[in-house]
């Protein structure tokens, strides 16, 4: 397929609870004939707003370009079909009629455009609106296009839809953008996050990195991260405007940690390492580099996604960690333990998994333990 670049013009959307959530593929009818090449179409549709928006996301692809303007503001553009952009649009919103409006420009081969409006209200009601045939398609566009007062001339007809997100020939773009690894990375445009944060991507995992899966920040504010395989643990330095300045290797034995936490002078490590998967500690010299790894607690069945994982610092200096359902109780819990007196509350026999998985856990299940700087003195704190 040759890449088809599309302008979006305007989106003009009713939103209702009831709409649609699967958007679809659209393209100008064009009475039947097929894209020209460098074709340029607009397409609109109108929303309303019960009240303030309290957040608001717009997320396009089209084959091949795209530009996309909310109540005559410019939002955002792209020129790769395979991306699925989130844009925020939250500023953009106001009570009453709203307009979303992309230009579209085919390229060359099949054009194509995608889209999903995603809004909630202040006062809690949330609607989607998608792409679909009832949009309005135009080969040109007045002053009024990209505004809630447009024109809906005979230029305007209903858009045509080629079939829902999913099919060929784009298949399931909204998954995400692809890195040089080979895995995904979340676009930050569809983190939602607070007012007053933003996300930004400040790098992928590259090849011989792994999968990264913990992560900690050391007393001058460098980022430790871990892999899930066997590749090393990385630092990584950020500068003054917090984008990445330097990333190194951490030499270690252990590796494959899914808990990671830097306290008392110390990094503190659920990983797998000489002594098999369990609680390490790793001083840190003058120099910047860490010591042999310090066994400190060990686990029974740490590893693996239901075992020790997550490691972080109480209010009260101690060491809160997570377990699966696969980690046994230690057998050192103190009884002055929070959460005990745990059992089966069973009215009819038990039914384990079929398959085998998890057959004969038994309460507490996956639980939080704490326990000093040394690992000792475990309490269990929670179970569930």
Known sequence: ???????????????????????????????????????????????????????????????NQFTAYVNGTKVGSGDEWQAFPKFDIKANLKPGVNVVAIEAKNDGGSAALLAELDFATEEGTRSKV???????????????WQAANFNAGANWVAATSLGKLGIQPWGNIAAATATSSGKVATPAESLTVL????????????????????????PKGRLIVSPQGNEPMLRVTLDAKGQIASLEKIPSKISGAMGLLYAFDALYINGQGPQGYHLYRLREDATGKFGEPELIRKWKGGAGEHGAHGIVLGPDNKLYIVNG???????????????????????????????????????PGGYVVRMDKDGQNAELFASG
């Open 325 to 363: 359902n696969f980690v046994g109780v230690p057998d050192d819990i103190l009884p002055t333990s929070p959460h005990k007196n745990y059992r089966d509350d069973v009215v009819l026999p038990r039914m384990e998994d079929g398959n085998g998985f998890g057959a004969g856990v038994k309460p």
């Open 130 to 144: 998608v792409t679909d045939k009832t949009w309005q398609a135009g080969t040109s566009a007045d002053a009024s």
């Open 1 to 63: 397929m040759k890449f088809a670049r599309l302008i979006l013009a305007v989106l003009v959307v009713t939103a209702c609870a009831h709409a649609q959530t699967t958007p679809e593929w659209i393209w100008h009818p064009n009475n039947g004939a097929k894209p020209a090449d460098k074709e340029v179409r607009y397409f609109r549709k109108s929303f309303t707003l019960d009240g303030a928006a309290r957040r608001g996301s717009l997320a396009v692809s089209a084959d």
């Open 195 to 218: 007012d007053g944060f933003k996300v930004e991507l400040l790098r992928s995992a590259q090849p011989g990195e792994g999968s990264w899966v913990a992560m900690t920040v050391d």
